[in-house]
């Protein structure tokens, strides 16, 4: 059984190979999407208290508030950026192949480092894949990316970007997943898990649609929680990491947000809890892939 991070753990968070890449990640990383709303002092002190606890995958993107939550993090990361596992993400209207290029260049100015461990197309968009990805080929015989990935993928698209890019080159499928929201489970996630990507779970405890604890599903993770001495949080991103191909990327900016968040890793779920919580929160029928 688990202490609640924020009754002081000091235990670093759980870590394992992201996708193909031989590279150990937290299964539970830092997001930055909306960050730079919030205070800046705290979000940074969160994501270097994530860094402490081990959480060394941070993730942002060009598009958050305009490159701004790529500055906050190139300041959290500042003299530490050997201890990250760090991802950006180009937008597509600017996945070019020379657009890719540019649009790199900026992040990497922004996050004030010489390299990205994994660089994503955000969402497919009109630009052909083959340029996109001549342009992270390119990147990474010049050392500024490591690897590449894509983000909000279906299956179809995955096949389309496997074909281009070959076998086991693209790192991981980065896509909507909480909770109420499961649907990558009928064939997204068993299509990367068969072709050795990660799946990096956004939104993981729901955008601003967390269950609360009146509903009788919020109530099984209530009961859940209360027996491990954890939070429901804690308890729905032990059952959303699982898999062994899932990361998950909740956003904290306090520090007793990172710390409650670093908690789950190590939480051990049994087959009688996670069947309740399959069935409070069942997948639903397989349809389109969601996306925010």
Known sequence: ??????????????????????????????????????????????????????????????????????????????????????????????????????????????????????????????????????????LRDEGKILSYGVSNFDVPDLEDAVEIAGEGTIACNQVLYHLQERAIEHAVVPWCEQHGLAVTAYSPLGHGEFPSKHTPAGRVLAEIAEAHHATPRQIALAFLTLRPSVFAIPKASSVAHVEENAGASRLLLSSAEIARIDAAFPRGPRRALPML
């Open 1 to 138: 059984m688990l202490r609640n991070a924020t009754h002081g753990t000091r235990t670093s968070v759980r870590r394992r190979r992201f996708g193909p890449l031989q590279r150990e990640v937290s299964v539970i990383g830092q997001g930055t999407w909306y960050i730079e709303r919030d205070d800046q002092a705290s979000a940074t002190a969160a994501l270097r208290r994530g860094l402490d606890l081990g959480m060394n995958h941070i993730d942002t993107a060009e598009m958050y508030g305009a490159g701004a939550a790529e500055l906050m993090v190139g300041e959290a990361i500042a003299g530490r950026r050997d201890e990250v596992f760090l991802v950006t993400k180009v937008l597509p209207e600017h996945a070019s192949e020379q657009g890719t290029r540019i649009a790199c260049e900026r992040s990497l100015q922004r996050l004030k480092t010489d390299r990205l461990d994994c660089y994503i197309l955000h969402w497919r968009g009109p630009h052909p894949l083959e340029g996109t990805f001549a342009a992270f080929e390119g």
